[in-house]
């Protein structure tokens, strides 16, 4: 039996390392999805304990985000070709969006704990229906990184529209309830912010159905798509 090229070595063990850095970003990319899912949770039961958890695992998800970087920078001194670097430069981009995510995830944890501590308002039913909007948005998009499926990346790209007008809804909601009662600012300033995460947390998922097309198109350009945040055009 002949022996293996050594080109075929470098080959399989090039691809064995671009295997793995997808693993670990998709990894990475269900670990945060799994944190905002904790976050949303918490700040329906008013769980300190939880909350604190979800904080002190922000830092899996960022020594995760620095692991794949060490691995795109060994992927790079590699020579990679045009298709390969396109993986390299989606993967980094990617990891750095869920990186964020994950941040939001945290805040909204840490923002829940102050919230523990006022009444609860009604409001709260429609920042979970954003959460959760903004949940499979990231969900979705992470399938189709996984599968490079440029036809769901669009679909979560369009989406994000869907997330910015429910976003729109809820800052007006509750702009009115902390003009009808200025006791109600206080919490409400917290769950304004926690909802603009969210709906940043939608542009981190576009932003990563973008890179899918990046991936699969290259430099080809992306269809325009609607935006509907008019929150600063709110009265």
């Known amino acids: 039996m002949s022996p293996t090229p050594m080109n075929e070595h470098i080959v399989k063990s090039f691809d064995d390392e671009q295997r793995r850095l997808l693993e670990e970003t998709l990894r990475m990319g269900e670990m945060a999805a799994a944190q905002l899912e904790s976050a949303l949770d918490v ?66 944890a840490k923002r829940s704990t102050a919230l523990n501590l006022l009444p609860p308002l009604p409001q709260i039913v429609g920042l979970q229906a954003l959460g959760t909007l903004a949940v499979k948005q990231l969900r979705a998009v992470l399938q189709a990184y996984r599968d490079s499926d440029v036809e769901l990346a669009q679909s979560v790209r369009a989406g994000d529209a869907t997330i910015d007008a429910a976003y729109t809804a809820l800052f007006r909601e509750l702009l009115t309830y902390m003009m009808e009662d200025p006791r109600n600012i206080t919490p409400c300033t917290h769950l304004l912010f926690i909802a603009k995460n969210l709906e940043r947390i939608g542009d981190h998922a576009t932003n990563i159905a973008e890179n899918v097309w990046f991936l699969v198109r290259g430099e080809e350009p992306l269809p325009p798509r609607e935006k509907r945040d008019l929150s600063n055009t709110a009265t």
């Not at 060994?74 to 981009?93: S, V």
Request: proline share 2%.
């Open 43 to 108: 700040l329906v039961r008013r769980d300190d304990k939880a909350a604190e958890r979800i904080i002190a695992n922000d830092e899996a998800i960022d020594a995760l985000e620095n692991e794949i970087s060490h691995d795109v920078m060994k992927l790079a001194l590699r020579g990679p070709m045009a298709r390969d670097l396109r993986e390299i430069l989606a993967a980094i981009r990617i990891a750095s969006d869920i990186e964020r995510i994950g941040d939001y995830a945290a805040n909204a």
